[in-house]
């Protein structure tokens, strides 16, 4: 269970994500990985990774890079099918500089794009920043096991696996409850994605992609539930 967030630069607002933003963020997410922190900042995006070691305890340290050091990504969760992922992209040229199912998402995408969520099984929650395209890349697994929550606020998209995580970044962000996820909260236990409990404050819905570029926000579905046909028996009375 670890916990990840970010600060995303959008639009015009070219300021850079503040480290004590990103700090106040991890910080609020350290019951989920009290192994190890870890930042990246650049002059748009700060990305932020509290560890809890599941998958090569040694050099499994995020936020984590691609070999150019062009792409990186933050990752709560675990990739079931990760080594034979792992073997399809070293045999399409890859080289891999850790044993982490981290590593093989970045390398997943950087081969096959979006494509790389349907071929993962396992139970995630993802943000992958790419800084030559200048583009954010969120993804949740098939069910939701692994929580992703994001707003837009000031100019900046906040995202972390805790709503307080986001609520620690800035305390301008406002803390009003929605009362439609209130109701959903009490009457089904939880709310149902995209709908959050706090108002502008969303929640990712299971299997989809959420993609932020160039001014643009575009979200479709990786993966929906396919249910089978149940013939009715009084057909054949």
């Known amino acids: 269970m670890c916990g990840i967030a970010g600060i995303i630069s959008l639009g015009a607002y070219a300021a850079p994500p503040s480290r004590e933003a990103l700090m106040h963020m991890v910080g609020a997410l350290a019951h989920r990985g009290p192994d190890e922190r870890g930042l990246y900042r ?3 995006a700060g990305l932020a990774h509290a560890r809890l070691s599941v998958v090569d305890l040694s050099n499994g340290q995020q936020p984590l890079a691609d070999a150019g050091d062009t792409t990186w990504i933050v990752f709560n969760g ?52 790419d800084s030559v395209a200048g583009r954010l890349v969120l993804s949740r697994d098939r069910f939701g096991i692994c929580p992703l929550h994001f707003c ?28 439609a996820g209130i109701d959903q909260t009490f009457t089904l236990w939880t709310v149902v994605p995209p709908q959050g409990v706090f108002q ?15 001014g643009t926000v575009c979200e479709r579905a990786f993966w ?14």
């Open 42 to 44: 650049d002059k748009r």
């Open 78 to 129: 675990e990739i079931f099918n990760y080594l034979e992922l792992r073997e399809k992209l070293i045999a399409l040229g890859h080289r891999f500089r850790t044993h982490s199912d981290t590593e093989v998402i970045v390398h997943a995408y950087r081969a096959w794009g979006e494509a790389a969520f349907e071929r993962m099984n396992g139970q995630w929650a993802v943000a992958i920043w």
């Open 152 to 179: 837009e606020h000031g100019g900046r998209l906040y995202f972390a696996s805790e709503v307080k995580a986001i609520f620690a970044a800035d305390m301008n962000i406002p803390r009003a409850f929605d009362p």
């Open 200 to 214: 502008g404050i969303s929640e990712l819905t299971p299997g989809h992609v959420r993609i932020y570029e160039s």
């Open 224 to 237: 929906k539930p396919c249910y089978p046909e149940i013939s009715d028996p009084r057909r054949g009375e």
